[in-house]
């Protein structure tokens, strides 16, 4: 696993109290249970954590643990 998702899931499951057996690579940030707010708050704290630029639209409902992580990982490389 990347550096980027390890953090994203041990961020989902610390702060958000996401069961980690939930958390696939597939599953969207919807379907593990946040709502706008939660996703807004995950990017700000991955903005902070990575010096990337994340756009609260990034992906609507469709956003899934492994699109997440190739962004950071993309927006990173680009840096």
Request: charged letters at 25%; proline letters at 4%; aromatic letters at 2%.
């Amino acid at each position: 696993m990347s550096d980027i998702r390890d953090h994203l899931v041990a961020l989902l499951g610390d702060t958000f109290e996401v069961d980690p057996a939930t958390i696939r690579p597939d599953a969207t940030l919807s379907e593990l249970g946040l709502d706008s707010l939660g996703v807004a708050e995950l990017l700000v704290v991955l903005q902070e954590r990575w010096g990337v630029p994340l756009d609260e639209g990034l992906g609507g409902d469709d956003l899934t643990v492994e699109s997440l992580t190739a962004v950071v990982t993309e927006l990173r490389a680009d840096t």
